[in-house]
T-cell receptor, first 111, second 111 residues
């Protein structure tokens, strides 16, 4: 089992460019999440999907959109990247709100 | 809103025990977790405890839960340099889809 797989691992964007971060899980989990991690700020929830077909805003959704493509995949899109979106992004998934499993992260720099 | 608090840093000598503390505010918490994050990596679930338990032991790790004081601790026996990492406390409430994380405690193990 691969668990939670995120791509890409690293990305550099120019201000105003767009990109999509991909996340897939092979554990048949219902719920999936996108977090960002910044120094001193801990983990902040961007969006989550409680189940296939639903998405909801988290703590810091501005500047992002998400798509729950199917039960396995949950993507995060930056339509017009800004330097404030420089961060490490983590995808996570869980079944029945028990153990939360994380991907290895995407390090994004916006210049 | 619900809150999870941890101290930011802990420094210990190799071979000593480490105790990382966490307080939470939600009395309805059902699962409480400890995650470990090594540099450049995602969060790895170390251990977890159900709210109806007081203690859980897993090899060098001991988790203590004081529900009355809403206090969770993680004790690492015989701390090694490989234990140097950031440790996150997290909780989730039955019926909620959103785990709440502390900001993480950086454990530094020195010879």
């Amino acid at each position: 089992n691969a668990g939670v797989t995120q791509t890409p691992k690293f990305q550099v964007l120019k201000t105003g460019q767009s990109m999509t971060l991909q996340c897939a899980q092979d554990m048949n989990h219902n719920s999936m999440y996108w977090y960002r991690q910044d120094p001193g700020m801990g983990l902040r929830l961007i969006y989550y999907s409680a189940s296939e077909g639903t998405t909801d805003k988290g703590e810091v959704p501005n500047g992002y959109n998400v798509s729950r493509l199917n039960k396995r995949e949950f993507s995060l899109r930056l339509e017009s990247a800004a330097p404030s979106q420089t961060s490490v992004y983590f995808c996570a998934s869980t079944q029945a709100n028990e153990k939360l499993f994380f991907g290895s992260g995407t390090q994004l720099s916006v210049l | 809103g619900e809150d999870v608090e941890q101290s930011l840093f802990l420094s210990v000598r190799e071979g000593d025990s480490s105790v990382i503390n966490c307080t939470y505010t939600d009395s309805s918490s059902t699962y409480l977790y400890w995650y470990k994050q090594e540099p450049g990596a995602g969060l790895q679930l170390l251990t977890y405890i159900f709210s109806n338990m007081d203690m859980k032991q897993d090899q060098r790790l001991t988790v203590l839960l004081n529900k009355k004081d809403k206090h969770l601790s993680l004790r690492i026996a015989d701390t090694q340099t490989g234990d140097s990492a950031i440790y996150f406390c997290a909780e989730i409430t039955r019926g909620s889809y959103i785990p709440t994380f502390g900001r993480g405690t950086s454990l530094i193990v020195h010879p």
